[in-house]
């Protein structure tokens, strides 16, 4: 998932239980960021759904594969 999450951008990435509880308590006083990274957070989910990763494999295909 490396390049697809980005931290505080669409979502959390934490590595040990203090960074989780800062980033969550962040959440708690920034509502202006919980939202932001809530929108940002679906949108990824949406890029990254069966319809579009088949869409962009056959891109791929057609570009690549078939063009050779």
Do not use: C
């Not at 951008?9 to 969550?24: A, C, G, H, P, Y």
């Not at 919980?34 to 056959?58: C, H, Y």
């Amino acid at each position: 998932l490396e390049g697809i999450l980005k931290d505080e951008v669409n979502s959390l990435i934490f590595r040990t239980d203090s960074q989780l509880r800062e980033k969550v308590m962040s959440l708690f006083e920034d509502q202006e960021m919980k939202e932001r990274l809530r929108a940002a957070g679906q949108k990824t989910v949406q890029e990254l759904s069966a319809e579009k990763f088949g869409d962009r494999v056959a891109a791929v295909y057609e570009r690549d594969v078939l063009d050779w």
